[in-house]
C-alpha cells in the first residue's frame, strides 16, 4: 500500500476551487477521483502538467517550468524566502509563496 500521494491531494484542492482552466481542470478530476496518476493517458498527463506548472509559476515567483516525465509529479516549488522545498500540502495555501515556517516568522515580525 502506498500513502494516497500529497501532490494528488493538492490537485483536490486546485480541482474544488476551480483553479485549473481547460482540459487540465477535468484531467484532474479524474486523478483525484482515481486517487493517482496512473490512469492517464502520456497526452492528458502533458496536459495536466501545463496546467499545473503554469498555475505554480503564477504563484511562485522564479518557479522553473520545465518538462515532466510521463507518470511523474511536477518539482515542488521553492519557498520565496527560504531554500526549502514546499511540501505539498502547504503549496496550495502559501501566502507569497512562503512556507509555513517563513509565514510564522513574518507574523512574529508584525506584533
Ligand atoms: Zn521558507
Not at 4 to 16: A, I, K, M, N, P
Not at 32 to 54: C, F, K
Not at 67 to 96: D, K
Request: aromatic letters at 10%; charged letters at 25%; proline letters at 5%.
Amino acid at each position: 500500500m502506498e500513502d494516497r500521494d500529497e501532490f494528488v491531494d493538492f490537485l483536490g484542492q486546485l480541482v474544488s476551487s476551480e483553479q485549473l482552466e481547460g482540459p487540465a481542470g477535468g484531467i484532474a478530476k479524474k486523478v483525484v477521483a482515481d486517487g493517482s496518476m496512473s490512469g492517464l493517458t502520456r497526452n492528458q498527463h502533458y496536459a495536466l502538467m501545463a496546467g499545473v506548472t503554469s498555475w505554480l509559476g503564477g504563484n511562485f515567483a522564479g518557479y522553473k517550468t520545465r518538462s515532466v516525465e510521463f507518470g511523474e509529479s511536477p518539482p515542488a516549488p521553492t519557498c520565496s524566502e527560504c531554500p526549502n522545498e514546499m511540501p505539498w500540502s502547504e503549496v496550495f495555501l502559501a501566502e507569497n509563496g512562503r512556507c509555513s515556517w517563513c509565514q510564522n516568522v513574518h507574523h512574529k515580525d508584525e506584533d
